[in-house]
């Protein structure tokens, strides 16, 4: 079964769309990672995923691996 959820995320150490893409690969490169839309004006990640593959810490640590800091975000 999928289970498609969307999350938030607030990144910080973005400052310009190279950062933005290395998130954002980071998040793609993901099992169950569907969409991933990195904001740097918002610093912030909208995450759409399969829950059953992928969970908020894989996501933090990725981001962490490409060298961000992220948390999840409450909408
Ligand atoms: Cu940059």
Redesign the pocket.
């Known amino acids: 079964m999928i289970v498609v959820e969307r999350i938030a995320l607030s990144v910080s150490g973005?400052?310009?769309d190279?950062?933005v893409e290395s998130v954002t690969q980071a998040l793609k490169g993901l099992d169950g990672v569907k969409l991933a839309k990195v904001s740097l004006a918002d610093n912030r990640a909208q995450v759409t995923y399969d829950n059953e593959k992928v969970t908020l810490e894989d996501m933090v640590s990725a981001i962490k691996s490409a060298g961000y800091e992220a948390e999840r975000l409450q909408e």
Do not use: G
Request: net charge neutral; charged share 0%.
């Open positions: 973005m400052h310009c190279h950062c």
